[in-house]
Every structure is written in C-alpha cells, then in structure tokens.
DNA sequence: CGCGAGCTTGACGTTGTTCAACTAGAGTGG
DNA sequence: CCACTCTAGTTGAACAACGTCAAGCTCGCG
C-alpha cells in the first residue's frame, strides 16, 4: 500500500456520493481528512477482523470480498470495480470488518475518516439514503450466493460463477481476473474439481477457455445449468 | 393472519424505536396507520418476493427468517424474538424481500407504513441509525453462517446450531422450538441426519435430549465439536 | 538452468443425501 | 371408543457428490 493522495477531491474524476454530499453541506474537505491510496495485485486492501477507522472507496482497479474461513479457505462473495463501497457491509456496526477485501488488479481507493463520514450523514441524509441503498443491494447479493453455495451442486455453482463474470464485464467475453483456486472459492469448490469442470464444460462445448480467455458459447445451456444444478 | 388493533401505541409496552421517534418528532402516530397484526404457528408474516410495504416489528412470539432455497429446500437463518425488526435486510433496498419469515409460535407484529417511515428518517436520522445499526448485526450473523454452512461438516454444525439456540434462550435447557427438519434447515443437513447426529450426540452423552427438551450437558465439547467441525 | 506458481488429471476415500421402511403419538370422523 | 390417517421422528442401506492426495506438466522469472 502506498498512500498516494496526488488528487484532491476537487479534480478527481470521480464525484463520489461524499464528495457531492460535502459540497453540499458546506464543509470543507480538510475535515474528511481523505487519502489516496494504491494498492498492489494482491494486497489486502481491508482486513477480516481488523478494526474499522474509515470508509473506503474503490476508485481504480478491481477487487475481491470474501470471508476467511477455517485454514485458509476462503469464500468470495463477490467481485467489485468502481464506484464501490469497501467498507460498505460494516459499516454500520462498526467495530470490526467481518469480511476482507484483497486487491486483484492495481487498484487506487479513497479513504474518508470516518468519524467525519458520522458528522455528515447526521446533517445529509443523502449519504445514508445512498449507502443504505447499496448495503440493501449487497445483501440480496449474498442472500442468493447462499443458496447457490448449499444448494447448488458444483456443476450449478461454477456455471452461476462464469455467468456472473460475464455480468461483471458485460461480455460473453472476458480475461479470468482470478486464478482457477480463486474461482473455485468464488463457488465453494476445491481447485482440482474447478479445474475438471472447466474442462468438462469446454469439451461440451459450452464455453472456451485457454488459459485465463474465457468465452461463452452456449449462455443458454449455461444458465440452465446454472438453474437446475 | 388477524388483524387484531387493539393496542394504541401510546399504550403498547414495546416502546420500539420507531415510537420514540414519533414521538420526538412532534408527528402524530395517524399517519404512521399502524397496524397490529397476529400470526398463528406456521403462518407466514413476510414471503420472499413479495413487494416491501410496511417496517415490520416483532412483537410478541418467536419467529424465523428464512430463505427459500429449490423444491422447497429452506436455509434459516436465525431466529427472532422481540424486538426484532422483522423486514430489516430488506428495507433499504425496499423492493421485494429477500427472505422469508414465518412464525414458530403465536406472534404478534406490528406493522408501519413505509413511507411514512421514510418520511420520518428523513428528518431524524435517529431511526435511521439504529436501524442500521440493527442491520450490521444481522450482516455479521450471516457472515458467520456462510463459513460454517460451508466448511463444516455436519456435526460441527449441528453444534453450532445448539449453542446458538441455547444462546437465544439464555440456557442451556430449553425446548425445541422447531422440528427436525428444521433444525436441520438452520444447519444446512437433511432431516435424517439431523436426527441421527442428535442420537450421536445423546448416545455420547453430550446432549440430553427428549423430544423436544433438550439439555446441553457439555458445553465446552459441544463446542470443541462446532469449532473443529 | 532450476525453481516455483499455476494448472491438469487420475485414483481413492469420505461425507452426506436419498430412498424406503417402520414406530409412536395426535387428531378425526364414524 | 375404535379405526384411520397424518405428522414427526427414527434407522439402515445404497449411492452420488466432492475433497484430498499424488503426480506430472508448463511457463515465466531469477
């Protein structure tokens, strides 16, 4: 991590919901005491367990949440790009992070003190208002990986993982961010058995895949597995 | 369902958050139409997918909260008992419920108008915040529940589940306040297996169980068993 | 060149679900 | 009051689904 803080809120090209929300309060971004900060592919950007001290905002690159489980078995949740919220799931219980947040390409986040966040949403609601909204989204998010991660077999669940990557970018189309371990934690499943189902998925057909390019062929089918997994 | 209005806030013994705010706010309690309603055992009080129209609020009874996974295949998530915000991790979102919730004994809500709640926090946060406050709870609950659904085998679960029911009764003697097949619903296993652990564990002298009463003789094993599990 | 990380495949064992059958108790109608 | 039925609970056995272990492969990098 490298606090980089060479954008004031001012000239950043990305009018977050606080920044619009300072603005109108009147205060001066000096109190947000806001820093930039880069982050490296890899490093953890937020920390399971770690105490919470600001809102984090991801301006650049992409990200992973996921929970850390028991030895070093993870479950991500989902995958964010900007505007997001890090910080957003505990946010509002506040005492520690119950998830962490791990960079998977260069990314650059905003921090907001967040005592100073406090003091502005008691005067805005705006803010809340906006940050609720995307905590409501979150959670129908997670709601559905619940099911899907218990009762889904893993046919089902890496089918719902390939299609909600292809979401993410908007294309049948798209370069694996993660390794083959990583999109098995995206789905629950061990490495060996989310590499033998991408295969097995290849040789039907459905999609192609040669080493992190991914295409789907047959979104159609894929869904359908997905749903009936 | 039965509409019972009986009680006028102003005389309700739940003095819940959102009467006090009421209150404060000089509004009067008309225009919140709120509305008491009784549930029978087994009746429904919110259904996943439906449209989001009042705050709900446990008043009297046990309930639980639940998503309804395929064929009929349900996860619950916890239980409640009053207070409890009942359409909470719905509410900011506010367009269908994630989840459902269904009464386990006799229970009584009550419901408001979501706009007019709407309208109240948006001149007193007071609400708001403890609204979210409530919310993050839930959040790190469900956290909780995604890595033990999906790390632990079935025994650790089914500890799991104990402790926590004995946690929700403050005892570690309380009667079952569901059967089998859900008790196998709040730890992800199948009703046989639910059953057959139970015997295990009676049969190992860890548990007490007789029918539906059931005793936690060793509670540090019980756990040990949730923890490695 | 050698080393490590990511990836791939096969064999094997464990875990947990499902099916099927049976019991006990509670409620119902004749 | 008895037979009937329905639900909840219980147990065993067969089977399918997954994870784990082990081995080998490739590619990029020091």
Redesign the pocket.
């Given at each position: 991590m490298k606090v980089t803080r060479n954008v004031a809120c001012s000239t950043c090209r990305h009018k977050c919901d606080i920044f619009q929300a300072v603005l109108s309060s009147g205060r001066s971004f000096d109190a947000a005491k806001t820093i930039q900060a880069h982050f490296r592919k890899h490093e953890k950007i937020c920390k399971q367990g770690d105490h919470v001290s600001h809102a984090i905002y991801l301006v650049e690159g992409t990200a992973k949440l996921y929970i850390e489980g028991i030895n070093g078995?993870n479950i991500i949740l989902y995958l964010m790009k900007p505007p997001a919220y890090i910080g957003l799931l505990s946010f509002f219980e506040s005492i520690q992070y119950t998830y962490s947040v791990t960079a998977i390409e260069e990314s650059k986040v905003c921090m907001v003190d967040l005592d100073f966040l406090k003091a502005l949403y008691l005067e805005n609601h705006e803010v809340l208002l906006k940050l609720n909204k995307a905590f409501g989204k979150s959670v129908a998010l997670i709601m559905n990986k619940i099911i899907c991660l218990n009762q889904?077999?893993?046919?089902?669940?890496i089918a719902e993982s390939l299609l909600y990557l292809s979401g993410f970018y908007g294309s049948s189309r798209f370069s694996?961010p993660?390794?083959?371990?990583?999109?098995?934690e995206m789905s629950?499943?061990?490495?060996?058995?989310?590499?033998?189902l991408?295969?097995e998925l290849r040789k039907e057909g459905i999609i192609k895949?040669e080493?992190?390019d991914v295409t789907i062929r047959d979104k159609v089918l894929l869904r359908k597995i997905s749903e009936l997994?």
């Open positions: 078995h889904k077999n893993i046919r089902g669940r694996l993660v390794t083959r371990k990583e999109l098995g629950a499943i061990s490495e060996e058995n989310t590499v033998r991408l295969t895949i080493n992190r997994g």
